[in-house]
């Protein structure tokens, strides 16, 4: 110590230290700093694994090189969310042509799915799964997340996300069972009908947000039983064949004579 | 239910063809048929019976009594408290509770009334409703009596003043009534909203601005004019939110489709559309990105975003009005003027 103090009045010690706060600032960053892309970086074997399993699975529609063609989408820069939310929610490779491909049991591992996601963000720079942080509701802030879903989701999702029908057999599904990433990658790629809300429409922050105040639903209705959540009209059958039922029922047991 | 032994006589005139001719020689008046034969429940030949009735009367007014036993023990017990688990269940014994305290004795009531008390007919005429002679006389001289007593008949001005005080006295709450009637008829105010030239236009519900840059391509922002809180309109922000909400996309400039006198409403592909439905008003939101279709969940109107926002299904009969936009200096997006017409549905002064 006592050899630096006496030099600390050296013409070369403001560089010095100059140097170092810059090293420390850069290494502190480099450490927390969001990062965009998941934790493990892809290696050259994920993306060659992922472009094997794209060829065999996928490259009959896509297109060999992921290029796409008349009514099939190009791939080259959806980036890997949208591969983690298509391949991981069962709706690629699609089941059936039809008004949308519908969610099904996932065709994949998560293994491969990580793959074929390393081989297409390869194509083209385009949005990254999140990570685990990025979308845990304990963090965010869920009546924030209501006033958000109302305003942007829920005129197709419904209320509390029971999902609601669009038009020509197109409808915007339950998210009841979807897990916060694919919550998360739906908004940033913004698959099949659904539009995109991006990072400057919907921040990370306000994505989490979402996050949150779906994974409240989870807990169930205070009320009761929910009828599915659907509104008015599912409520409206109910009271009127059930309730009404009921008491036509009563009226003509009251009415009736005792045997 | 037998009542043929009195019936008899209107068997013939019921049945089948010779109907018309029954209609033309028809009895001048009907008989009355009676009533028919009374019919013994099993209560009142069984007095097992009877016993079980009575039983299960007294069950119901016993489930009534545990029913209401129940809520105030799930009142006390469970309270309402923080968790969504917590409030179901207070919910469901609560109701349960009364459910069972109400039905049951309405139930035990009702099968009390129908087992166990008589069941016998009985008919009771109706007692003639005109008083006799004298007592209608007695009652007009009562009447006359008072009439003059009051000197109503001499005392003109006393007549009128009665007349115009009981005349009068409605209108101390009609005029109030009234006069808050509607309240605001200045029907001029749904031709404006508050976009006007260089507003700009920010996220709902953040109220932050918006780069032209940051809408992509599939995008939809729900859009809301900058200071929407602020100024004369704060305290009917919210009716001035419901004019001016906007629904703003981007679309692949290709695939847009605009009239040569809207060319330069949009910038870059951006359009910004009033998402107030041209039918009866629901917010119309529901964007699908591929057909760039905006579906109205009320009624079903369909609009084509990429081309003018026209009706392409539905009952709509006009196209959403188009927000014409631009860019500010900085970059966000800020309107060119107010919508060029009147938003949402038709009313009457619009004469469109």
């Not at chain 2, 000197?151 to 005080?165: E, Q, Y």
């Not at chain 2, 692949?252 to 039918?279: F, M, N, Q």
């Given at each position: 110590?006592?050899?630096?103090?006496?030099?600390?009045?050296?013409?070369?010690?403001?560089?010095?230290?100059?140097?170092?706060?810059?090293?420390?600032?850069?290494?502190?960053?480099?450490?927390?700093?969001?990062?965009?892309?998941?934790?493990?970086?892809?290696?050259?074997?994920?993306?060659?694994?992922?472009?094997?399993?794209?060829?065999?699975?996928?490259?009959?529609?896509?297109?060999?090189?992921?290029?796409?063609?008349?009514?099939?989408?190009?791939?080259?820069?959806?980036?890997?969310?949208?591969?983690?939310?298509?391949?991981?929610?069962?709706?690629?490779?699609?089941?059936?042509?039809?008004?949308?491909?519908?969610?099904?049991?996932?065709?994949?591992?998560?293994?491969?799915?990580n793959q074929l996601a390393a081989y297409v963000a390869s194509?083209?720079?385009?949005?990254?799964?999140?990570?685990?942080?990025?979308?845990?509701?304990?963090?965010?802030?869920?009546?924030?997340?209501?006033?958000?879903?109302?305003?942007?989701?829920?005129?197709?999702?419904?209320?509390?996300?029971?999902?609601?029908?669009?038009?020509?057999?197109?409808?915007?599904?339950?998210?009841?069972?979807?897990?916060?990433?694919?919550?998360?990658?739906?908004?940033?790629?913004?698959?099949?009908?659904?539009?995109?809300?991006?990072?400057?429409?919907?921040?990370?922050?306000?994505?989490?947000?979402?996050?949150?105040?779906?994974?409240?639903?989870?807990?169930?209705?205070?009320?009761?039983?929910?009828?599915?959540?659907?509104?008015?009209?599912?409520?409206?059958?109910?009271?009127?064949?059930?309730?009404?039922?009921?008491?036509?029922?009563?009226?003509?047991?009251?009415?009736?004579?005792?045997? | 239910?037998?009542?043929?032994?009195?019936?008899?006589?209107?068997?013939?005139?019921?049945?089948?063809?010779?109907?018309?001719?029954?209609?033309?020689?028809?009895?001048?008046?009907?008989?009355?048929?009676?009533?028919?034969?009374?019919?013994?429940?099993?209560?009142?030949?069984?007095?097992?019976?009877?016993?079980?009735?009575?039983?299960?009367?007294?069950?119901?007014?016993?489930?009534?009594?545990?029913?209401?036993?129940?809520?105030?023990?799930?009142?006390?017990?469970?309270?309402?408290?923080?968790?969504?688990?917590?409030?179901?269940?207070?919910?469901?014994?609560?109701?349960?509770?009364?459910?069972?305290?109400?039905?049951?004795?309405?139930?035990?009531?009702?099968?009390?009334?129908?087992?166990?008390?008589?069941?016998?007919?009985?008919?009771?005429?109706?007692?003639?409703?005109?008083?006799?002679?004298?007592?209608?006389?007695?009652?007009?001289?009562?009447?006359?009596?008072?009439?003059?007593?009051?000197?109503?008949?001499?005392?003109?001005?006393?007549?009128?003043?009665?007349?115009?005080?009981?005349?009068?006295?409605?209108?101390?709450?009609?005029?109030?009534?009234?006069?808050?009637?509607?309240?605001?008829?200045?029907?001029?105010?749904?031709?404006?909203?508050?976009?006007?030239?260089?507003?700009?236009?920010?996220?709902?519900?953040?109220?932050?601005?918006?780069?032209?840059?940051?809408?992509?391509?599939?995008?939809?922002?729900?859009?809301?004019?900058?200071?929407?809180?602020?100024?004369?309109?704060?305290?009917?922000?919210?009716?001035?939110?419901?004019?001016?909400?906007?629904?703003?996309?981007?679309?692949?400039?290709?695939?847009?489709?605009?009239?040569?006198?809207?060319?330069?409403?949009?910038?870059?592909?951006?359009?910004?559309?009033?998402?107030?439905?041209?039918?009866?008003?629901?917010?119309?939101?529901?964007?699908?990105?591929?057909?760039?279709?905006?579906?109205?969940?009320?009624?079903?109107?369909?609009?084509?975003?990429?081309?003018?926002?026209?009706?392409v299904f539905g009952p709509a009969k006009r196209a959403l009005?188009?927000?014409?936009?631009?860019?500010?200096?900085?970059?966000?997006?800020?309107?060119?003027?107010?919508?060029?017409?009147?938003?949402?549905?038709?009313?009457?002064?619009?004469?469109?």
């Amino acid at each position: 110590m006592k050899a630096i103090a006496a030099r600390r009045h050296h013409r070369h010690a403001p560089m010095v230290l100059l140097l170092l706060a810059l090293l420390m600032t850069g290494g502190l960053y480099a450490a927390f700093a969001p990062s965009a892309v998941s934790a493990a970086a892809p290696s050259e074997d994920d993306i060659a694994a992922g472009r094997a399993l794209f060829i065999a699975n996928c490259a009959t529609c896509h297109g060999p090189s992921a290029e796409g063609r008349d009514d099939v989408p190009s791939l080259i820069g959806v980036g890997a969310a949208s591969v983690d939310f298509q391949v991981g929610t069962g709706r690629m490779p699609m089941q059936m042509d039809g008004p949308q491909a519908a969610a099904k049991p996932p065709q994949f591992d998560q293994e491969q799915i990580n793959q074929l996601a390393a081989y297409v963000a390869s194509l083209g720079p385009g949005p990254a799964v999140p990570s685990a942080q990025q979308v845990d509701p304990a963090l965010g802030d869920a009546a924030n997340g209501g006033a958000l879903f109302r305003t942007n989701c829920a005129m197709c999702h419904g209320a509390i996300g029971a999902g609601g029908a669009l038009t020509e057999g197109k409808w915007a599904p339950s998210l009841a069972d979807s897990t916060p990433t694919q919550v998360y990658t739906a908004m940033v790629t913004g698959p099949q009908s659904m539009p995109v809300f991006n990072d400057a429409n919907l921040t990370p922050d306000e994505k989490r947000d979402i996050i949150a105040f779906l994974e409240e639903q989870h807990r169930g209705s205070p009320g009761g039983i929910t009828l599915g959540s659907l509104g008015p009209v599912g409520e409206g059958v109910w009271v009127w064949i059930v309730g009404m039922g009921l008491l036509i029922g009563a009226s003509v047991w009251i009415g009736a004579k005792s045997s | 239910m037998s009542n043929n032994e009195k019936g008899t006589d209107l068997e013939p005139r019921s049945s089948g063809a010779d109907v018309d001719q029954a209609g033309a020689a028809g009895p001048e008046r009907f008989d009355n048929p009676g009533l028919p034969t009374h019919r013994d429940r099993a209560t009142d030949r069984d007095p097992a019976a009877a016993r079980r009735a009575e039983r299960t009367v007294i069950v119901l007014f016993a489930l009534s009594v545990l029913g209401t036993i129940g809520t105030v023990v799930a009142y006390i017990m469970v309270p309402t408290g923080e968790s969504v688990e917590n409030m179901r269940l207070s919910n469901l014994l609560l109701g349960l509770g009364l459910f069972l305290s109400m039905f049951g004795i309405g139930a035990a009531a009702v099968h009390w009334a129908k087992t166990l008390m008589s069941d016998h007919e009985q008919a009771e005429d109706r007692h003639p409703q005109r008083g006799d002679a004298e007592t209608r006389q007695a009652a007009i001289a009562a009447l006359g009596a008072g009439a003059e007593d009051s000197g109503i008949g001499r005392r003109g001005v006393l007549k009128g003043a009665v007349v115009s005080a009981v005349a009068l006295a409605p209108l101390s709450v009609a005029v109030p009534l009234v006069g808050e009637l509607g309240g605001d008829w200045n029907v001029s105010k749904f031709r404006h909203t508050l976009w006007e030239r260089g507003r700009r236009l920010t996220r709902d519900p953040s109220g932050d601005p918006i780069r032209a840059a940051d809408v992509t391509i599939g995008s939809v922002f729900h859009v809301i004019p900058e200071g929407l809180r602020e100024g004369d309109h704060a305290d009917h922000w919210i009716e001035e939110k419901a004019k001016a909400v906007v629904l703003m996309v981007r679309l692949d400039p290709a695939d847009l489709t605009e009239a040569e006198d809207r060319r330069d409403w949009s910038y870059e592909g951006i359009v910004a559309y009033s998402k107030i439905c041209t039918h009866v008003g629901c917010p119309v939101a529901l964007y699908e990105q591929q057909t760039h279709h905006l579906l109205c969940p009320c009624h079903q109107s369909t609009f084509d975003i990429s081309d003018g926002a026209k009706v392409v299904f539905g009952p709509a009969k006009r196209a959403l009005p188009q927000l014409p936009i631009t860019v500010d200096d900085e970059g966000y997006l800020v309107a060119q003027d107010d919508f060029n017409e009147p938003i949402g549905p038709s009313y009457w002064e619009r004469l469109k």
